[in-house]
């Protein structure tokens, strides 16, 4: 358990942050509470605290007074500083002695304490690093949280947030500033072993570092391990055309090293920080794809030679050669409207092309990537995890399974001659089964037909489900389409799913919770 020393002189306030955080969950303790700096030093002293929360203002001796003593003999300790808007100016100097974070008691909430403790811990547990880095590091999480403040509306006005950041270090001069939302796909992956995605932050910071390093002015601000927001210093042309080449090299540098694709937001270009929160609401309002409609002639007429092409050796430099335009032009025109870069564009057709030719299931992973434009076997099956998340075989097993379920739920066939039709072995049919639903298909086909018992004289019954019955039927609809084949049509009516059954004594079923309503089919 990592040691914690709160000090506040006020009771009330220091029982509220007591009471407010599961200090359990965060692997925290609370050794000691406090009422002025000179009671916190000495339980320092006693305690060796990992983590210390102080307030500004103490008597005996406040907490600047307090930081400066603790800095002075251990520069491991966090530190964590609570404040007042009148009190920021000190907060900020605090900032030169490396505390962790800020808390503003206006708007301190339960969810952002324990989002601060939490990176709080992340240091705890994953910081080796020193000197310059080390100090950037520091400040990195005062000007994050900060920025997510302002850009919020919480409790931050423009004028505190412009004092702030000058005291943190911000990089970004005032003047035009360009704000990019960029969206990490099918990111999940790396949530598996790292659920709090501390790793995956961290090496996405520092590729963004690598790609901008010494070509713009930037900052990588993170609220979410699949969601970051870029700021970039845009003051002429030379550092917009330098923002829209660092776009393309950190998309180029998360493919070859992390295998995942981007999604960035259209251009957002404001005078000053004052501008920051429409500009931060705008972009994510972008992140919603826009009509095509919208899109500008140029792209319009590109996404159609795309489509038209995909199957062909068709380039950046063709397609912009057929609209009669520089490749560097139409690549930072795909970025800065579309949020995605010419190759993703082209990528997402070949790959949606891929999905509809699996269909075939006489046709290799080799012939379905030749059959959209890529030859090299090994690079298709990439791409394809790369923009689906999901390997080539195993995404392959998904679609053949997915087709067989109404031959296994018909009861006509047996298990091996389903199998044989998807062109499985039974033992590689019923594993890939098992991966997918957690049972066997055969006590997947005895549980559904358990729970359709019915009478045959085709009176209305009513059939209680239990959620796990449910669920084996409930993967069927989606919220984009219904399910529909020649034994079983799927619809919706009021947030009801109505289950009509061709070929079972010609009865329907209406769901409603957990109660299935079997009734004469009319």
Same mark, same amino acid.
């Given at each position: 358990?990592?040691?914690?020393? +709160?000090?506040?002189?006020?009771?009330?306030? $220091?029982?509220?942050?007591?009471?407010?955080?599961?200090?359990?969950?965060?692997?925290?303790?609370?050794?000691?509470?406090?009422?002025?700096?000179?009671?916190?030093?000495?339980? %320092?002293?006693?305690?060796?605290?990992?983590?210390?929360?102080?307030?500004?203002?103490?008597?005996?001796?406040?907490?600047?007074?307090?930081?400066?003593?603790?800095?002075?003999?251990?520069?491991?300790?966090?530190?964590?500083?609570?404040? %007042?808007?009148?009190?920021?100016? #000190?907060?900020?100097?605090?900032?030169?002695?490396?505390?962790?974070?800020?808390?503003?008691?206006?708007?301190?909430?339960?969810?952002?304490?324990?989002?601060?403790?939490?990176?709080?811990?992340?240091? *705890?547990?994953?910081?080796?690093?020193?000197?310059?880095?080390?100090?950037?590091?520091?400040?990195?999480?005062?000007?994050?949280?900060?920025?997510?403040?302002?850009?919020?509306?919480? %409790?931050?006005?423009?004028?505190?947030?412009?004092?702030?950041?000058?005291?943190?270090?911000?990089?970004?001069? /005032?003047?035009?500033?360009?704000?990019?939302?960029?969206?990490? /796909?099918?990111? =999940? $992956?790396? +949530?598996?072993? &790292?659920?709090?995605?501390?790793?995956?932050? @961290?090496?996405?910071?520092?590729?963004?570092?690598?790609?901008?390093?010494?070509? !713009?002015?930037?900052? !990588? #601000?993170? &609220? @979410?391990?699949?969601?970051?927001?870029?700021?970039?210093?845009?003051?002429?042309?030379?550092?917009?055309?330098? $923002?829209?080449?660092?776009?393309? $090299?950190?998309?180029?540098?998360?493919?070859?090293?992390?295998?995942?694709?981007?999604?960035?937001?259209?251009?957002?270009?404001?005078?000053?920080?004052?501008?920051?929160?429409?500009? #931060?609401?705008?972009?994510?309002?972008?992140?919603?794809?826009?009509?095509?409609?919208?899109?500008?002639?140029?792209?319009?007429?590109?996404?159609?030679?795309?489509?038209?092409?995909? &199957?062909?050796?068709?380039?950046?430099?063709?397609?912009?050669?057929?609209?009669?335009?520089?490749?560097?032009?139409?690549?930072?025109?795909?970025?800065?409207?579309?949020?995605?870069?010419?190759?993703?564009?082209?990528? %997402?057709?070949?790959?949606?092309?891929?999905?509809?030719?699996?269909?075939?299931?006489?046709?290799?992973?080799?012939?379905?990537?030749?059959?959209?434009?890529?030859?090299?076997?090994?690079?298709?099956?990439?791409?394809?995890?790369?923009?689906?998340?999901?390997?080539?075989?195993?995404?392959?097993?998904?679609?053949?399974?997915?087709?067989?379920?109404?031959?296994? +739920?018909?009861?006509?066939?047996?298990?091996?001659?389903?199998?044989?039709?998807?062109?499985?072995?039974?033992?590689?049919?019923?594993?890939?089964?098992?991966?997918?639903?957690?049972?066997?298909?055969?006590? #997947?086909?005895? =549980?559904?037909?358990?729970?359709?018992?019915?009478?045959?004289?085709?009176?209305? =019954?009513?059939? @209680?489900?239990?959620?796990?019955?449910?669920?084996?039927?409930?993967?069927?609809?989606?919220?984009?389409? *219904?399910? =529909?084949?020649?034994?079983? &049509?799927?619809?919706?009516?009021?947030?009801?799913?109505?289950?009509?059954?061709?070929?079972?004594?010609? +009865?329907? *079923?209406?769901?409603?919770?957990?109660?299935?309503?079997?009734?004469?089919?009319?």
């Amino acid at each position: 358990m990592y040691r914690v020393i +709160l000090a506040e002189d006020e009771p009330l306030v $220091r029982m509220g942050i007591k009471s407010m955080v599961d200090w359990e969950k965060l692997e925290m303790q609370v050794v000691a509470e406090c009422s002025d700096g000179e009671e916190a030093w000495k339980a %320092c002293e006693a305690y060796r605290p990992d983590l210390l929360i102080t307030d500004i203002r103490m008597p005996v001796m406040d907490g600047m007074a307090l930081i400066r003593k603790i800095r002075a003999v251990d520069s491991r300790m966090r530190i964590l500083v609570l404040t %007042c808007l009148e009190d920021f100016a #000190y907060a900020q100097q605090a900032i030169e002695y490396g505390v962790s974070n800020y808390i503003l008691k206006l708007s301190c909430t339960v969810e952002k304490l324990t989002g601060i403790l939490g990176r709080v811990r992340e240091e *705890l547990i994953g910081m080796n690093v020193t000197g310059d880095k080390n100090r950037d590091m520091a400040f990195l999480p005062i000007r994050e949280s900060m920025f997510f403040d302002y850009v919020c509306g919480r %409790c931050m006005d423009c004028e505190s947030y412009v004092r702030g950041i000058r005291e943190a270090c911000m990089p970004i001069p /005032l003047g035009r500033i360009s704000l990019t939302v960029m969206r990490l /796909l099918e990111y =999940q $992956r790396f +949530l598996r072993e &790292d659920q709090s995605g501390r790793t995956l932050r @961290h090496m996405v910071r520092e590729l963004v570092e690598l790609a901008v390093k010494k070509t !713009c002015v930037a900052e !990588c #601000y993170c &609220d @979410h391990p699949g969601e970051y927001v870029l700021l970039f210093a845009a003051a002429g042309e030379e550092e917009i055309l330098a $923002r829209d080449n660092a776009l393309m $090299r950190i998309s180029d540098l998360v493919d070859e090293y992390l295998n995942l694709g981007i999604r960035f937001s259209p251009e957002n270009t404001g005078n000053g920080y004052e501008e920051l929160p429409q500009l #931060y609401a705008r972009a994510l309002q972008q992140m919603t794809s826009a009509p095509e409609q919208d899109y500008p002639r140029k792209i319009t007429a590109a996404l159609a030679l795309i489509r038209k092409n995909y &199957d062909k050796p068709i380039g950046l430099q063709s397609v912009a050669d057929e609209l009669e335009v520089s490749a560097g032009y139409l690549s930072r025109l795909f970025v800065s409207t579309m949020g995605r870069t010419f190759t993703d564009a082209l990528n %997402c057709v070949r790959v949606e092309k891929a999905k509809q030719l699996l269909q075939d299931k006489s046709l290799t992973a080799y012939k379905i990537g030749e059959m959209v434009g890529i030859g090299n076997a090994t690079y298709f099956i990439r791409v394809f995890k790369k923009y689906t998340g999901v390997s080539f075989v195993k995404y392959l097993s998904m679609v053949r399974i997915r087709h067989s379920l109404e031959k296994l +739920l018909a009861g006509k066939d047996s298990i091996d001659e389903i199998a044989f039709s998807c062109g499985m072995s039974a033992k590689a049919y019923s594993q890939a089964f098992k991966d997918l639903y957690g049972i066997t298909p055969s006590v #997947y086909r005895k =549980q559904f037909q358990k729970n359709l018992k019915y009478n045959k004289e085709n009176k209305e =019954q009513r059939m @209680h489900l239990d959620q796990k019955q449910i669920a084996l039927i409930q993967h069927l609809i989606n919220d984009h389409h *219904l399910y =529909q084949d020649e034994y079983l &049509d799927i619809d919706k009516e009021n947030q009801q799913s109505i289950y009509l059954f061709k070929n079972i004594d010609q +009865l329907s *079923l209406l769901q409603e919770n957990n109660i299935l309503t079997i009734k004469p089919k009319k």
